[in-house]
């Protein structure tokens, strides 16, 4: 694949293959997911192409859904989803028409409500229509409709020499089906079924007459499936939705919840919870949150790891799930194709007919350089949070395995470095995989193999952790090698990546023992794993928190001044809620815990103006009076770790630490954020039992308690 294929792969890029006429903005569309199923739908509830749809398994089954009334498009009143994010709803009405019979009908007299939800592969829809005027009116509704079957890589900007065969629509008296032939032989098809027989029906649009008396309603159901439903209805319709949501409240049912004095503060968190519980699906081997709507429905590893790093206090299921699966699908075997290597921990996997095909090498693609040391991280993260022992021992042989894979990694350099295999795969294999995401002050692109900060960082936290479990295991010799491992790597990472003329660390180091002289907020992510030595923390904070990086929104991802530096790219100057959290959490490791709880407050009213949803990430202008932060284009909405960032700040604000192996609760210079006077978090497990813990701000102080019917059953342990 060359340079410029690359390209297409990267949401970035997606800019360019987008309709223009089409409102992109994420946070003006509304998506709905339910296992490998999802939606993407502007305000109108319509899909018109342009990266919306009903995906299935990666693939595109219904790329237009379109409303019409009497051949014009509705005006909106307004757009939702539920709370639980299981129903959609769009409110609209009529604009000036005229009747099947001739006569005009005003603008505003019909109402139309269309309500939406996804259940076990198929989408359900009701569309209701109520007549306010005084007169009695039949109105021409016509549904247009297509199916692309296009692969999510195509949809992100992908070109394929060949593809599948389409088929002829097939029509009987209530639903159209839809179908294509892959080249992988796999058959794909979309149904769509009616609660009624339209009075004229094609192979891309249903026209129904329907009479609606004055004062009165007229409802027609719509499903979209694998195949033909047996009758839409009313029942069909309140059973599937019934259900969607009894699943949806099991998966918020897990962990402890927050509640705050602040009603609007209580609404983002809500919300914020609600995402990660929409974006998780349960697998074989527990709930795994995928990354992200539209372009990352699936299970990643990095992302997994984080989403469940920044929920780990509050539900530590998630993580056992995540680390589960992982381990399942640990690389066995060397391919250049999949940059696969024993030990090696996966980065992404697809579904879809290119992945099958092996046009690209994402059906299990393992070109992440930091998951792995992620992993391992994670392990240890949840076995200090719960105790669970028994499960770490499970783990034991994948995480031996994922170590030689790092120290093998670091062979050569004496750092993990990484250079893609075959040109098919990512160029830069950090978080930041952007093809100029990683660069020189003066903009050369360093040749590989390239070590990245933040990734020494994990592998110190990894070899860290390791030695911990391994004495808890009574393997003292592999304690003391992985000891020795973790100071040597934090020993090089202050030799080699330190910049005493800047004052910061250096984003990498190329093939050619180069340091890239750029500072970025990937030096942040080593304040979260504490590898710096306490003064070239305090110096690399004093810079994140400074202008250059602090938008008053959050933390751009790289500073102003660096020569790629744009406030609109992807990676080079934009604001990832998710690294702002992470930066967030190594401020408060080195004590600069008031300076978080003003990066959570910037990233709660930045959420605010989102609709209470963080997206993946916007752009990074600098925050002015009376604006609102400006979106990103193409970024997905929502995004599993931009939704965990608010319990990752908030609970770095709290100062909350909870030690699963002596069960207790650790509380270090508690703050709480602006505008809050008391937090509470209920059903907060710790050990066998759980508890509901309280902070509340009394003057100038923040003191935290725990709930009488608790008092002395869990040691609290606070330091002011």
């Known amino acids: 694949m060359t340079e410029l294929d690359e390209r297409k792969l990267d949401p970035a890029v997606a800019l360019s293959s987008l309709d223009e006429t089409a409102p992109r903005e994420p946070h ?43 051949g014009r498009q509705m005006s909106l009143l307004g757009a939702s989803l539920s709370q639980d994010n299981v129903l959609f709803t769009s409110n609209l009405t009529n604009l000036p028409i005229q009747s099947a019979g001739g006569r005009d009908i005003p603008q505003g007299a019909i109402h139309i409500e269309r309500v939406r939800l996804i259940w076990q592969d198929r989408l359900f829809e009701r569309i209701t229509l109520s007549n306010y005027s005084r007169e009695h009116s039949t109105v021409t509704v016509s549904l247009h409709f297509a199916a692309d079957f296009r692969d999510m890589f195509e949809v992100r900007g992908s070109t394929r020499v060949r593809r599948g065969t389409t088929h002829v629509a097939k029509t009987d008296k209530t639903s159209v089906l839809l179908g294509y032939d892959g080249l992988d032989g796999l058959p794909r ?46 029942d069909r319709f309140r059973a599937a939705a019934a259900r969607a949501r009894f699943g949806m409240r099991a998966k918020r049912r897990h962990g402890a919840t927050v509640h705050s004095s602040g009603r609007v503060f209580n609404d983002w968190v809500e919300r914020a919870r609600a995402d990660v519980a929409l974006l998780t699906t349960e697998l074989s081997t527990g709930p795994y949150p995928y990354a992200g709507i539209p372009w990352f429905s699936t299970a990643f590893g990095r992302d997994g790891v984080i989403s469940s790093l920044q929920m780990l206090w509050l539900n530590p299921g998630l993580a056992r799930g995540v680390l589960a699966f992982l381990a ?138 390791l030695a911990a479990l391994a004495r808890r295991r009574g393997e003292f010799a592999d304690a003391e090698h992985w000891e020795n491992r973790a100071e040597e790597m934090r020993v090089a990472v202050e030799r080699d990546f330190w910049l005493d003329d800047m004052n910061f660390y250096a984003l990498a180091i190329d093939g050619e ?33 400074s202008a250059s990086f602090h938008s008053g929104w959050g933390l751009r991802t790289l500073a102003d001044d660096a020569v790629f530096f744009n406030p609109m790219s992807y990676h080079n100057g934009s604001i990832w809620p998710h690294d702002t959290a992470l930066c967030g959490v ?39 009076p009376g604006e609102a932060p400006i979106a990103y284009p193409v970024a997905c909405l929502p995004q599993a770790w931009s939704a965990g960032s608010a ?63 608790h008092e002395g059953q869990v040691p609290l342990i606070v330091r002011t």
């Open 647 to 709: 319990f990752m700040l908030m609970q770095a604000c709290l100062g909350l630490e909870i030690d699963g192996w002596e069960g207790e609760l650790h509380v270090t210079r508690p703050r709480l954020p602006i505008g809050i006077d008391t937090l509470t978090l209920r059903h907060l497990s710790v050990g066998d039992k759980a508890i509901d813990l309280t902070f509340q701000r009394v003057g100038d102080r923040v003191v935290a308690f725990l709930s009488d019917r």
């Open 586 to 624: 190594g401020l408060a490791r080195y004590g600069e815990r008031d300076s978080v709880v003003r990066l959570m407050s910037g990233t709660f009213e930045s959420a605010v103006h989102f609709n209470m949803r963080l997206p993946e990430l916007f752009c990074g202008f600098t925050r002015a």
């Open 513 to 545: 023992g180069q340091p890239c002289k750029v500072r970025t907020s990937n030096a942040g992510h080593l304040l979260f794993v504490g590898l710096p030595q306490p003064e070239r923390a305090r110096l690399v904070a004093e810079q994140l928190l």
């Open 328 to 465: 399942e699908h640990q690389a066995t075997e060397t391919s250049p194709f999949s940059d696969s290597q024993p030990g090696k921990i996966m980065h992404e996997t697809r579904k879809g007919e290119m992945a099958a095909l092996r046009e690209l090498p994402f059906g299990r693609y393992y070109g992440g350089v930091d998951t792995t040391p992620l992993y391992i991280h994670l392990a240890s993260a949840y076995a200090e949070r719960t105790g669970d022992m028994a499960f770490i021992d499970k783990l034991w042989p994948s995480l031996k395995a994922a170590a030689e894979w790092t120290e093998e990694a670091s062979r050569a350099t004496g750092f993990v470095t990484y250079q893609r295999a075959a040109e098919s795969g990512l160029a830069n294999q950090g978080w930041k995989d952007s093809f100029d995401s990683v660069f020189h002050a003066d903009g050369r692109i360093p040749k590989g193999p390239i070590a990245l900060v933040e990734v020494q960082g994990y592998v110190f936290a990894a070899f860290r952790g």
């Open 189 to 234: 098809l979309s149904a769509i079924s009616f609660s009624q027989a339209p009075d004229q029906l094609s192979d891309n649009r249903a026209d129904f007459l329907i009479a609606v008396t004055k004062r009165s309603q007229k409802v027609l159901y719509i499903e979209v499936g694998p195949d033909v439903a047996d009758a839409p209805d009313r």
């Open 28 to 70: 003006r569309l509304f998506a709905l997911k339910q296992g490998d199923c999802f939606a993407v739908v502007d305000a109108y509830g319509d899909i018109r192409g342009a990266g919306d749809g009903f995906f299935r398994d990666d693939t595109r089954v219904l790329s237009e859904f379109r409303l019409t009334i009497g």
